[in-house]
């Protein structure tokens, strides 16, 4: 497996890297438009380890790259990580501003962004796994896994949580949110502390985006494996993948992480105390734009779950009295996954479905997206809370530009 250098350059560019970037624009310029189907790999080959590209500035995508070089500017400029593939060619990878401010810190091709929210496709590819040696199934009472268990969750099925139609109130919709915010906690203690709460609606009857739900879901991991998600997720998924770069901070002991900033009115702010413990099945992860990629690319293409499991996890769960959001057509509700069309929200528009989820927490936003038919992949790891709409605009664009679609150039209001 191709190794990754713990010190990989962005901003100034190297001049072999823009011929490289040059040459691969070349290969591609022809080829942009085209499309293909995808099709899971033979077993042998799904076994092999994933190879990686070499990490190298590459900005083959010319409109994309003029965006980019236009809004990273000044004070207020996009600050993260942009990666682009078309299968397992990169078209894009770059990197715009700090990672950290006051120690005066560029951010690196290399760099260790917090996923936030990207987090929960990997608890859900944990309980498809476990599902997939036959240890549990996604139709199991919770209260098989939890015990003792509130008679209040007898309905729920491990489905329900995976799909946020559990009706378990989220750690944010409850009283003391501020003080649990900051308060580190475990597994356990997130357990008993979702007891104490009723239903917010019947079990599979409403869809609410939930995290106290994801971290149940831990904990049905630690259970059914007998060891905590942090290793489990290490020796199933990243270990075997090479996402060397990759873990959990749930004990908050990683290093070498990117800082994350807000703006606020006394201007960019740090935002240090992450204290993800408390989301640690829904938002705990660390990782880079590479290992990202090789994550991607085995996810979507059957070297992580079996086809049933992944045909469960891209499907829609949600009741289909689920109303539209905010007058758009509404997402699919996957397992750790939402699917829509996404390019209906922008300007000029593109219909592709895409595969994707949103992650924010802790001066961090991110987006990574994919679109099946034309096997693009899109990464955006922002170092700055305050970032949404211009992450969702880049994303977008590349997405557009990698599919040959029209770029945009703006968010559709």
């Given amino acids: 497996m191709f190794h990754v250098p713990r010190h990989a350059g962005g901003h100034p560019r190297l001049t072999l890297a823009l011929i490289a970037a040059t040459v691969l624009g070349a290969a591609v310029a022809t080829g942009v438009a085209s499309s293909r189907p995808v099709n899971p790999p033979p077993a042998d080959e799904a076994r092999r380890p994933v190879a990686r590209p070499p990490l190298q500035v590459v900005e083959a995508l010319p409109e994309l790259t003029e965006a980019l070089d236009r809004v990273s500017r000044g004070p207020r400029g996009f600050s993260g990580a942009v990666l682009v593939a078309r299968g397992d060619r990169v078209l894009f990878r770059q990197v715009y501003g700090m990672a950290d401010h006051e120690a005066d810190r560029p951010l690196a091709l290399d760099s260790r962004f917090r996923l936030a929210s990207v987090s929960k496709q990997y608890t859900a590819a944990a309980i498809l796994k476990l599902q997939d040696a036959g240890v549990l199934s996604v139709d199991d009472p919770l209260c098989q896994w939890i015990q003792p268990c509130p008679e209040a969750w007898a309905p729920i099925r491990l489905t329900h949580l995976l799909s946020h139609t559990s009706g378990v109130p989220d750690l944010m919709a409850r009283p003391a949110w501020g003080l649990q915010r900051v308060t580190p906690a475990t597994s356990a203690a997130l357990t008993e502390d979702s007891k104490r709460y009723r239903l917010q609606f019947p079990p599979g009857s409403k869809v609410?985006?939930?995290?106290?739900?994801?971290?149940l879901l831990g904990a049905v991991v630690e259970r059914a494996s007998g060891v905590s998600l942090a290793t489990y997720l290490q020796r199933t998924f990243f270990t075997p993948?090479?996402?060397?770069?990759?873990?959990?901070?749930?004990?908050?002991?990683?290093?070498?992480?990117?800082?994350?900033?807000?703006?606020?009115?006394?201007?960019?702010?740090?935002?240090?105390?992450?204290?993800?413990?408390?989301?640690?099945?829904?938002?705990?992860?660390?990782?880079?734009?590479?290992?990202?990629?090789?994550?991607?690319?085995?996810?979507?293409?059957?070297?992580?779950?079996?086809?049933?499991?992944?045909?469960?996890?891209?499907?829609?769960?949600?009741?289909?009295?689920?109303?539209?959001?905010?007058?758009?057509?509404?997402?699919?509700?996957?397992?750790?996954?939402?699917?829509?069309?996404?390019?209906?929200?922008?300007?000029?528009a593109f219909d592709d479905r895409q595969i994707y989820h949103t992650g924010s927490w802790s001066g961090f936003r991110n987006l990574v997206t994919y679109q099946p038919e034309a096997d693009v992949t899109v990464i955006v790891l922002s170092n700055n809370y305050h970032q949404r709409d211009q992450v969702f605009l880049i994303a977008e664009q590349a997405m557009a530009e990698a599919l040959g679609r029209s770029f945009p150039t703006t968010l559709a209001r």
């Fill in 208 to 215: 609410r985006y939930d995290n106290a739900g994801y971290n």
């Fill in 241 to 348: 993948l090479g996402m060397m770069d990759t873990g959990s901070d749930a004990d908050g002991k990683a290093r070498d992480l990117v800082t994350g900033y807000a703006h606020f009115p006394g201007g960019l702010t740090p935002q240090n105390d992450a204290n993800v413990s408390i989301v640690f099945a829904a938002g705990a992860l660390y990782s880079t734009l590479d290992d990202m990629l090789v994550w991607e690319r085995a996810l979507h293409h059957g070297r992580v779950v079996s086809a049933r499991s992944y045909a469960q996890m891209t499907a829609d769960h949600a009741p289909a009295t689920t109303p539209k959001e905010r007058g758009r057509v509404r997402r699919d509700w996957g397992f750790g996954l939402f699917a829509n069309s996404l390019g209906r929200q922008v300007r000029p």
